[in-house]
């Protein structure tokens, strides 16, 4: 039984929607800049991936923003988009549609706004746990959906995305849903999200002045990720059924890996994220060789990157030099819980498009990064099976596995 | 703030709480449950008020609210006085 992607949706710093997303994308445009939601003047890390054209008031009533943290509002957006593309999932029992999204802080917006009321002394407002809880955003997607099959949010950090697509792929293989929801959101470019990201010295700190050089994953200079925000959506249907219903198929979801390193809270670690992708190809019944692209994780911390590095290298040995990489985050910066699921529609879309799209601000890279990074350029590879992967707190390691229809 | 200013302020907090509401229909006589408000609904409309006119709804009272009047007669005695 395959599993095929027949939707997508994304709200991402360089665009809202898959086609302005991947033009931008694959021209290498940069979504980083001064962040202007709040005054940043007194943070070590002043710069962002925001979306400030999103207006929830487009397209949500004033009772679902007032009970919606921005988090909930870019997923509701992203899997809008990603119904539209799929023409409808009308054609299966609600109690058949399944929603899977993951969040690394969820909706840390509300909670900071509300802690901010409560040290003065002001009410505390009756929507603040609803807004706040990781699980909101999937369970409004099914309130305003009428999606009623199983509801499953996944908090791995930075994995966040990955594992909730991974999820979904476990839902249709094992029978329990028709359909699947599956993807990522995050929203906290906050000001204490930023300083406690800042406090573990996870932040870039010396772009302020050129916020679109800032984020520059494998390159010389890199001193820490850019905090972003965003949603991607993926709907997700056995291929037998999507054929059934006429839907247009851009991919395969063909295997999931995840594995724990088990050894430190935040510290990457080289065999466990080997572990995860090589896992995910053996779920698929594929072998290493066949890999031919990595959408990275690639955050642009200096250790994260070549970490990822070695880990490619082990498990591709003398063929990891012949892989096509790329990092999403050179222009988007990173989406936390968000990011794989916006890293698998770039991977999918590389696969539907033949087009690998560029990795920026590689113009000298660290020599302990020498793999082939697709440096500031788009290349037309025509890649067949790509991996992307997603590295989180916790120790959470998780790849996934998209190959084309063919 | 007199009475006027107060129920349009109110009116204006139900209109974010029910979707495609006519507001032009909510008068002082207008029931909660007429206008579609469970009871979510209304502790957000409470708090509403709490967190503009500085007023404090104390627990029993509040429970025996019924319509939109209710409400504007509490915060109308309950207002903090502008500082003159």
Redesign the interface.
Known sequence: MHVVVTGMGVVSPIGIGTDQFWTAAVNGVSGIQRIESFDASGQRSQIAGEIPGFNPAGFL???Y??QTDRFTQLALLATSLALEDAGGLDVYAPQRLAVSIGSGMGGFATFEASATRNFRN??T???TVPRTMANSAAAWIAIKHRFKGMNLTCSTACSSGANAIGMALDLLRTGRADAVIAGGAEACVLPLTMTAFEALRALTTGFNTTPTRASRPFAKGRDGFVMSEGAGVLILEKEENAKQRGAKMYARLAGYGQACDATHIVMPEMNGQVAAMRLAITDAGMEPDSIDYINAHATSTPLGDIVETRAIKSLFENRAGDISINATKSMIGHTVGASAAIGSIATIMALHTGIIHPTINLDEADPECDLAYTPNHAQQKNPRNGLCNAFGFGGNNASILFTTLE | MDRAEITAKVIQFI?????NLDVSTINESSKFEELGLDS?DT??LL?DA??TFGI?FEGDEAKGFTCVGDIISYIEKHQVPASS
């Open positions: 009533s004033a009772k923003i007032e002001q009410p407002p009756p929507f | 209109s974010t709480k029910v979707e979510m502790i957000q708090f709490e967190d404090n």
